[in-house]
Nanobody
Framework: VQLVESGGGVVQAGGSLRLSCAVS????????MAWFRRVPGKEREFVAA????????HYADSVSGRFTISRNHVQNTEYLDMNGLKPEDTAVYYC???????????????????????WGQGTLVTVSS
């Protein structure tokens, strides 16, 4: 199983970016996906998660109302639309997959790195002030 992120880059504060995560290989039949991010010197932190059918989503308070997570099963791709970007959003963003779909019923569990079996290599987002 491979997860490959793309879409990172440099953007001015207030701008927008769309991150993509392409999934190849076979994972269990129904699984949740998520985005996390890491700032150098800090722990990886939860950003957003989405259930298999997209019906349930969960966001970190810091991005709620600005970021939108989605997925496309035909393209086997997960997305993170980021609007109203702030300098504090600067980080390496990681795609994660493989959590049991039911975990979206427990947001605090869905926000844990331990819930996910597969990870991408990360894509850097830099927001300038």
């Amino acid at each position: 199983v491979q997860l490959v992120e793309s879409g990172g880059g440099v953007v001015q504060a207030g701008g927008s970016l769309r991150l993509s995560c392409a999934v190849s290989g076979r994972i269990m039949s129904s699984y949740a996906m998520a985005w996390f991010r890491r700032v150098p010197g800090k722990e990886r932190e939860f950003v957003a998660a989405i259930s298999w059918n997209g019906g349930r989503t969960h966001y970190a308070d810091s991005v709620s109302g600005r970021f939108t997570i989605s997925r496309n099963h035909v393209q086997n791709t997960e997305y993170l639309d980021m609007n109203g970007l702030k300098p504090e959003d600067t980080a390496v963003y990681y795609c994660a997959a493989g959590a049991a779909d039911r975990l979206l019923l427990q947001p605090e569990v869905a926000a844990s790195t331990e819930a996910y079996s597969y990870w991408g290599q990360g894509t850097l987002v830099t927001v300038s002030s």
